[in-house]
């Protein structure tokens, strides 16, 4: 890369505008983990453990926090556009940042899949509307919020997540007068035993995991340092708690037989007048979509402007608008990616097998990244807000990858079995072409400076 082009990059990144304060950090955490995983997954974890889903989420927010410990130590230490990438690439090595790069590109394909969800659930209420002209409108506008900027997105985020948080909490509110306690006692807590229990909660951590996302943000954040970390793990636990009452509710008020493997909607329209059950529909469910696809395009651009910084993508790809400082070329790219799918009438479900089959490998590498923070940048864990001592962070990185390890299995799982040689093959090619690249270009991201090498 040039050195007019790598200044030119420079000067772009610092177009970004640090307006987010924890507030918003907190907002984009719960928005993107709060999404339609609640509305279908319940019904599955009703299906598996009965009325212990209302404990098995409590413990599936538990385990996305110490998932979430390597990711904040990084976050408070060494706070980044891009975090993720940045991580891979100068705690182990430029092929690693290339690999993540890479299997990060061909993931985000399902940014497409909550355009769809919201689209059925549009459906759900008005049966005439357009299929294809909703998905994509959902997608333009958010993309238009986007463009104007991290601030006004996060004022738009903020709002949907106080009309989601009403939704739900209407749900709540009429459910718990309804719920049965008394079911909730003996052997109804774990009926499968607590094999199942701890099974269903790590299939849970789909729905509760999520707000590791921020990291992506932390050049625009006020005091990244100590929001990263903070709104990681408050964001988790306040959607982890909000599940459980929901679950409380799902579980509590009809016979286990007629909500297993149902969404939460067979349970609100019995408890909800057909107004509130409208409101739940469209404020809870098509707004958790919403708030988690607007959250995706606020972060989803900075891996890859990171990345046109350190070379692997073109210069001129990596602008951001002098105004609202936002990378609108890489925003358009990716809105794109995500119209594709809806106007060729990709399958939900060959969509969702892309995604879930290279998702291990997005979560593990950054994660085992940070096995090395302490060595590489010891100066900058120094003066971290968040930190652990080296000996207690391996223990915490070891359980955090032993638990998304297990999380991976349960996903794979649910994916045949060409799906997962699919997955593979293209990991592989991945691996091998980013090996290749490296040894020829033989880049050297790392100094040993923390503000050199994060921005």
Known sequence: MSEQ?????????????????????????????????????TGIAIGMTGRGVVLAYVLSSIFVVFMSFPTMMNGSALPSTGGSYRYASRLLHPAAGLFYLLIYIAYNITLSLFAISFADYMQSILPGIPFKLTAICLLVVLYIFNLFGIKWMARV????????????????????????????????????????????????????GGANVVTNLGGEMKNPGRDIPVAMVLGTLLVGILYAFLALVASGVLPIEQVAYQNLSNVASTILPKPLFIFFIVGGAMFAIATTLNSTLSWVTKPLLAACKDGWLPARLGTVHKKYGTPYYLLTIFLVIGLIPVILDIPLSSIATIGSGISLFMALIPMFATYFLHKKYPEAVAKAPFRLKPGIAKVSITVALILCFIQSVLLFSTLGMKAMIASMIYAVVALVFSIVVTRIKKPNFYTGDAEKDFG
Do not use: C, H
Request: aromatic share 8%; proline share 3%; hydrophobic share 50%.
């Open 157 to 208: 985020q903020n709002l949907m997540v106080v009309v989601m948080g009403i939704s739900f909490a209407v749900f709540i509110i009429y459910g718990i007068p309804q719920v049965d306690f008394a079911s909730f006692t003996g052997p109804n807590i774990m009926p499968n035993g607590f094999v199942t229990l701890i099974t269903t909660a790590g299939l849970l951590t789909f729905a509760t």
């Open 5 to 41: 082009s790598s200044k030119a990059n420079l000067q772009s990144e610092e177009k970004l505008k640090r307006d987010l304060g924890f507030k918003d950090v907190l907002g984009i955490a719960i928005g993107q983990t709060i999404g339609s995983g609640v509305m279908a997954m």
